[in-house]
């Protein structure tokens, strides 16, 4: 099975700062990875797949990149409704997994 | 518009069986494979099973490989999530959520589960 790590596991962020989320895979999963935002007692929403397409109505602010092992999802400037969990989700290889999530929470 | 809409909370006792519900609209019901998905109190989000309502095809992550069963109803767009034998363990909020590809692209409102005797 393929292993997901997320980091950090908590980011402290300002309003209007840059985030930079991780996360690595145990081996190789292509491009096969996708992002997922949840906010508290809401079910999570899609943001990326494919490691760097944004998914429908998703704010240009969410980017994602990499490849192979190694992902990033960056928020350019932080708006108060990003404060959120993230999740990364690799869909190369079954079963599939989760990462166990990065919380950005306000600085 | 797409949507899956689930059904309502529950509380059980240890023991007792279960069967949730998931119903899809908006979409070909039978063309895509939908996913559930475990989230225990202030815990991340964990695959349990996936299934194909075209064909009722399968599969199970196995951790949860014979502790739950999942099957649809094409006739009714519907999906299920069933437990047998609940165990206070089994408390948490379910989500199903319908497949493109293989990531979950739209998600119901969930599901919670309350196991307590």
């Known amino acids: 099975e393929i292993v997901m790590t997320q980091s950090p596991a908590t980011l402290s962020v300002s309003p209007g700062e840059r985030a930079t989320l991780s996360c690595r895979a145990s081996?190789?999963?292509?491009?096969?990875l996708a992002w997922y935002q949840q906010k508290p007692g809401q079910a999570p929403r899609l943001l990326i797949y494919?490691?760097?397409t944004r998914a429908t109505g998703i704010p240009a602010r969410f980017s994602g990149s990499g490849s192979g092992t190694e992902f990033t999802l960056t928020i350019s400037s932080l708006q108060s409704e990003d404060f959120a969990v993230y999740y990364c989700?690799?869909?190369?290889?079954?079963?599939?997994?989760f990462g166990g999530g990065t919380k950005v929470e306000i600085k | 518009e797409v949507q899956l809409v689930q059904s309502g909370a529950e509380v059980k006792k240890p023991g007792e069986s279960l069967k949730i519900s998931c119903k899809g609209s908006?979409?070909?019901?039978?063309?895509?494979?939908i996913g559930w998905v475990r989230q225990m109190p202030g815990k991340g989000l964990e695959w349990m099973g996936i299934?194909?309502?075209?064909?009722?095809?399968?599969r199970y992550s196995p951790s949860f490989q014979g502790q739950v069963t999942i099957s649809a109803d094409k006739s009714i767009s519907t999906a299920y999530l069933q437990w047998s034998s609940l165990k206070a363990s089994d408390t948490a909020m379910y989500y199903c959520?319908?497949?493109?590809?293989?990531?979950?692209?739209?998600w119901g409102q969930g599901t919670l589960v309350t196991v307590s005797s």
């Open positions: 299934i194909y309502p075209g064909d009722s095809d399968t």
């Open positions: 494919g490691a760097s």
């Open positions: 989700q690799q869909y190369n290889n079954w079963p599939l997994f």
């Open positions: 908006g979409y070909s019901f039978t063309s895509y494979w």
């Open positions: 081996q190789s999963v292509s491009s096969n």
């Open positions: 959520a319908r497949m493109s590809g293989s990531y979950l692209s739209y």
